[in-house]
T-cell receptor, first 112, second 109 residues
């Protein structure tokens, strides 16, 4: 069982460029989440989706957008990257919003 | 504001016991989670507490006191592979997880 996969594993991006981070889960979980993790800080929620077709903003949504066209996929898009978006990005999923979250392996993004 | 506090770093000896504390102030409470995160890897689920008391799972136990806004993770018979960061997270009234910055646990032989 793959669980949650993320792509790419790592990426170096020029400031001003756009990029989409991919996340796919095969557990048929309804809820999915995007977090960023920065040194010295806790995980911070960017966007979430409680079910296919719906999305919501988390703690730090500015500069990011998401879509949830189906149950399995939850891509995160940076429209015009800035250096402050340099971070490790984790996708997570849970059966429902009240259930335990399980994490993908992460994408390490560097914006120069 | 919402806040989760845990020590930045702790050191313990192989075979010993260590207790990692977490205090929280959040908008509502719908459960507390502990995750383990090895360097360069994803967080993995360890334990969940929603009622006061101790939950035991093998070498790991987690305690919760809702009235004190306090939890701890107890690791017994420490092994070198337990060297990792331990993340405390509280689910708030909106069912979103609020995360502490994590405690880096260093195990020495």
């Amino acid at each position: 069982t793959a669980g949650i996969t993320q792509a790419p594993t790592s990426q170096i991006l020029a400031a001003g460029r756009s990029m989409t981070l991919r996340c796919t889960q095969d557990m048929r979980h309804n809820a999915m989440y995007w977090y960023r993790q920065d040194l010295g800080l806790g995980l911070r929620l960017i966007h979430y989706s409680n079910t296919a077709g719906t999305t919501g903003k988390g703690e730090v949504p500015d500069g990011y957008s998401v879509s949830r066209a189906n149950t399995d996929d939850f891509p995160l898009t940076l429209a015009s990257a800035v250096p402050s978006q340099t971070s490790v990005y984790f996708c997570a999923s849970s059966r429902g919003e009240a259930d335990t979250q399980y994490f993908g392996p992460g994408t390490r993004l560097t914006v120069l | 504001g919402q806040n989760i506090d845990q020590p930045t770093e702790m050191t313990a000896t192989e075979g010993a016991i260590v207790q990692i504390n977490c205090t929280y102030q959040t908008s509502g409470f719908n459960g507390l989670f502990w995750y383990q995160q090895h360097a360069g890897e994803a967080p993995t689920f360890l334990s969940y507490n929603v009622l006061d008391g101790l939950e035991e799972k093998g070498r790991f136990s987690s305690f919760l006191s809702r009235s004190k806004g306090y939890s701890y993770l107890l690791l017994k018979e420490l092994q070198m592979k337990d060297s990792a960061s331990y993340l405390c997270a509280v689910r708030d009234s909106n069912y979103q997880l609020i995360w502490g910055a994590g405690t880096k646990l260093i195990i020495k032989p």
